[in-house]
Nanobody
Framework: QVQLVESGGGSVQAGGSLRLSCVAS????????MGWFRQAPGKEREFVAS????????YYADSVKDRFTISRDNAKNTVYLQMISLKPEDTAVYYC????????????????WGQGTQVTVSS
């Protein structure tokens, strides 16, 4: 199987920056797309960003597209999320995710989940 482990979460002031990392291990040859979702208390999990293996392109939620950057190092089986200009509404648990399908990563086709890392942005 595949295991995903996130790191890099923490507490920052509004306007600050954080860089999240996610390392995949196990049957990494099974992975196609990788990306990030987030979930705040009492809210549903939502898409943040993804890297498409088949299209060699990236996708972002409208709420983060001007502030977050996703990158992927295939040799290291690692995906990153660079976050700048953080806002209190970015506060959530951030989950790394991956699929083993020739489909763009979405909530409905995730095959592997990380355990999550907390991001807290205060004003």
């Amino acid at each position: 199987q595949v295991q995903l482990v996130e790191s890099g979460g923490g507490s920052v002031q509004a306007g600050g920056s954080l860089r999240l990392s996610c390392v995949a291990s196990g049957r990494t040859f099974s992975i196609y797309d990788m990306g990030w979702f987030r979930q705040a208390p009492g809210k549903e999990r939502e898409f943040v960003a993804s890297h498409s293996y088949a299209e060699a392109s990236t996708y972002y939620a409208d709420s983060v597209k001007d502030r977050f950057t996703i990158s992927r190092d295939n040799a290291k089986n690692t995906v990153y999320l660079q976050m700048i200009s953080l806002k209190p509404e970015d506060t959530a648990v951030y989950y790394c995710a991956a699929n083993g399908k020739w489909r763009r990563l979405s909530l409905g086709n995730v095959d592997y989940w990380g355990q999550g890392t907390q991001v807290t942005v205060s004003s």
